[in-house]
């Protein structure tokens, strides 16, 4: 048995500072329960959670007793420490370390000490019982055990208090680059248009007086402002995608839907659109699907050197999906870009039928946006026949 005297017991015994936050403040109920099997696995009638900080102890929580009727003398936790491991005492009025106790019902103790894998002790689990018990070495484990789950659950909580700082942090830095693109777009846009309207207007009144290379040199100009253009809308709907999912989800009817949506497009005759009269959705954010319909049908068209577009949209309820198609007579994708066209800036090299450069934005927010609904997106494509996306948006009910 180690020595009764106390006096040189260090007293500096206090855990890292997180963990102490975490036992100070992480609901009873998970530590209650470990209590409850520690005192049954020794066959005893009362348990309770001490937490040492700087040489001072205090109850976290207790089974089968009050925080007041715990006992506070130090002597509990210093023997346990002193111990180093499961510390049992038969008969606390036949050692000398326990002298000072003074709780008549007490007769045996275990001391367990709780110690992370890097040495901050945080406390003890102390059972305390009226009659004698002697632990065997089944029991002994059992308590080990008991005392790692105290020290796993807040090592738990600790890594989830972390990754809830680190999510904090990424959705500020995400804020703080949506604000910066927003800003930087609405600043372009203004010179951008200027610098489109004024290119135009000089090829206008200049017919016939340019040479081969000014037309040249000013043909690029308006096809590297287009595309500028391009990008700065595109970044501008890719950010927006946050608060397009924030939108109240709500009932509505597809017929009126899609004839609302491709008004848009079919002002000009060449452009032909076809979409289901019947069929209703129930609790869809219809923005965030009014969002991804538009991009596909402009791309769709955009796409297309054929003298009419066509674009045809297709719908089948499931039982857990909304699934949709949107087939397009256009271009085509080559199977070997299946995978990429759904990354951000990634362009197929290709212009649209006004001569200007994708931005490669369009379907990296389709596919951003129907992640959030719970969704995917597939494609077949045969490049000079036409493509067809179909995707699934999560029913809700």
């Known amino acids: 048995m180690p020595n009764s005297d106390t006096q040189n017991l260090d007293t500096s ?57 715990v006992p506070k003398e130090d002597v509990f936790w210093r023997a346990t420490y002193q111990q180093k491991g499961v510390l049992a005492v038969k008969d606390i009025n036949k050692d000398e370390r326990f002298q000072e106790v003074q709780n008549p019902w007490i007769s045996s103790f275990i001391g367990v000490p709780l110690i992370t894998k890097n040495g901050d002790t945080l406390g003890i689990i102390g059972v305390f019982n009226e009659k004698q018990i002697e632990l065997s070495e ?11 789950q105290v020290i796993n659950l807040v090592t738990f909580i600790k890594q989830n208090n972390q990754y809830l700082r680190v999510q904090h942090q990424l959705e500020q830095k995400y804020r703080d680059l949506e604000k910066f693109a927003s800003v930087v777009s609405h600043d372009l846009k203004s010179p951008l248009a200027n610098i489109i309207s004024l290119t135009d207007l000089l090829r206008e009144e200049n017919q016939g007086n340019f040479n081969d290379d000014t037309r040249e040199y000013i043909n690029y100009l308006s096809q590297a402002s287009h595309s500028l253009r391009s990008y700065v809308d595109g970044l501008l709907i890719f950010y927006r995608t946050e608060h397009l ?74 039982e857990n999906y909304y699934h ?39 379907l990296a927010t389709v596919k951003k946006l129907l992640e959030h609904m719970g969704g995917d997106i597939k494609i077949s ?17």
């Open 13 to 69: 015994f206090s855990p890292a500072p997180e963990e102490y936050s975490i036992l100070k403040s992480a609901p009873n109920k998970e530590f209650s329960d470990i209590l409850y099997l520690c005192a049954h696995s020794c066959g005893a009638q009362n348990a309770a959670l001490m937490i040492v900080e700087k040489g001072k102890s205090w109850v976290k929580t207790a089974y089968n007793l009050s925080k007041e009727e």
């Open 138 to 148: 089944p029991q002994i484990k059992s308590l080990h055990i008991l005392a790692k």
């Open 245 to 318: 999912l924030d939108k109240e989800e709500e009932d509505f009817e597809l017929e009126g839907f899609f004839k609302q949506l491709t008004n848009l497009y079919t002002v000009n005759p060449k452009v032909i659109i076809s979409y289901p009269t019947r069929g209703r959705l129930e609790q869809v954010n219809k923005s965030a699907l009014s969002q991804i319909f538009m991009n596909l049908i402009s791309n769709a068209i955009k796409y297309n050197y054929k003298e009419v577009c066509h674009v045809d949209i297709r719908f089948e309820p499931g």
């Open 324 to 362: 949709f198609e949107v087939k397009d007579n256009g271009n085509g994708i080559p199977s070997d870009k299946f995978q990429e066209i759904f990354e951000l800036f990634t362009t197929l090299d290709q212009n649209d039928r006004e001569g200007n450069p994708g931005s490669g934005i369009g």
């Open 381 to 397: 494509s045969e490049p000079g026949i036409g493509s067809n996306f179909k995707f699934k948006i999560k029913r809700s009910c």
